[in-house]
């Protein structure tokens, strides 16, 4: 299907407040709604697609916001003010948030003349990092953990004085991201969500989103899915500072790895994620197998964590009869990862 621009991108900041009706606005919520307004023509107004597949699992109205289907197949990066840009430009990520920093930078002039490196942790995924430097980007790779890459992407870029972009821990990142949202409520029918699944890694993703479905409908049901092997947001949340602590292998490799000390986004999960659910790598297998089975869309692993909570939530009975969504982030998954998940993966009855 092709993928066009929404009208609703054209209304202004003031227009777009008004249209999604955020009687409970906050602070993140308003700056998405601005930054949502300010990265038209550099994004795709992705599609909210009705499934009725997962409405008749879960006996509710289901939506899939197909983020996968993003420019570089990734989520959703602001551009920066050209001074800034000629600085140099740092970022860390383990493959999504660095394919969308390439393809901003080459929507930017003055990025394409500047200097711009890469961190990722020695265990990103081979397929993102030869996709990066197919692309042109300039690949370093250190640490066994993305929070180890963080740390060494941040040390190198207050030496060289540029300006470091980390892949969540951010008010601008939070806020972009939080745009996603924002078109949701413009796409949904009587721009009313009860339910919404994101999955969480460092948490800028499920932070902006969440800030504006709650300004929006307070009581919309935020749920934030990570994998078994790697929940250090959950266990955070519960804690009440970040944690460190280990993370296994996953097939959610986008939102596996530690987070940052003292990171932004732990208070606004803290303050608008409602419910915390992790999933196992066979169900995240069978989510991912599932959707290419239903509907022909290819996924990677972290979006399989948000069709598998929801499965668990629709077991329990905790779905039914109302409006869900679940955001669909990554479609960057390696040959050799499919392979493993059709293999091994089963098809939802």
């Known amino acids: 299907m092709q993928r066009l621009i929404c009208v609703d991108h054209i209304a202004t900041c003031n227009t777009l407040q008004q249209a999604v009706q955020l009687p409970h606005t906050n602070e993140l919520a308003a700056a998405a709604v601005e930054a949502h307004a300010r990265i038209q023509g550099h994004v795709l107004c992705t599609n ?13 109205s289901a939506f899939l916001k197909l983020e996968s289907e993003q420019h570089t197949n990734s989520f959703k990066i602001l551009s920066m003010p050209d ?41 990103a995924s081979p397929a993102k990092v030869a996709k990066l430097r197919a692309e042109g980007g300039n690949v370093v790779q250190f640490g066994q953990d993305c929070v180890d890459a963080e740390r060494q992407a941040r040390s ?15 008010w601008h990142i939070m806020a972009g991201q939080g745009s996603i949202a924002v078109e949701m409520l413009t796409q949904l029918p009587q721009g009313k969500l ?33 994998p078994a092997a790697s929940d250090v947001m959950r266990q955070s949340v519960a804690a009440g500072s970040i944690v460190d602590v280990p993370s ?13 000390e003292g990171a932004i986004t732990l208070q606004p999960c803290q303050q608008y994620v409602d419910t915390w659910l992790t999933v196992s790598e066979q169900e995240i297998a069978d989510a991912v197998n599932s959707l290419l089975h239903y509907h022909s869309k290819l996924v990677e692993g972290a979006a399989g964590c948000g069709l ?22 990554g479609g960057n998954i390696a040959v050799p990862v499919l392979q493993s998940v059709l293999q091994t993966g089963a098809v939802w009855p």
């Open 48 to 60: 909210l697609m009705h499934s009725h597949w997962l409405s008749s699992v879960g006996g509710c």
């Open 83 to 123: 001074e800034q840009i000629r600085q140099g430009l740092v970022t860390c990520s383990t493959g999504n948030h660095a394919l969308a920093f390439v393809y901003a930078c080459s929507r930017s002039a003055a990025a394409s003349q500047a200097h711009s490196t890469i961190y990722l942790p020695t265990t």
């Open 156 to 170: 190198v870029a207050q030496q060289q004085g540029s300006t470091y972009i980390s892949p969540y821990n951010d």
């Open 194 to 226: 009860d339910v919404c699944i994101v999955p969480v890694g460092g948490g800028g993703l499920i932070a902006g989103i969440a800030a504006v479905l709650k300004a929006a409908h307070p009581g919309c049901m935020v749920v934030g899915a990570q």
């Open 248 to 260: 296994g292998e996953t097939l959610s490799d986008a939102t596996a790895g530690g987070i940052e």
């Open 308 to 329: 598998a909570a929801f499965r668990q939530l629709a077991q329990a009975g905790e779905l039914r009869g109302k409006q869900v969504a679940v955001v669909c982030c």
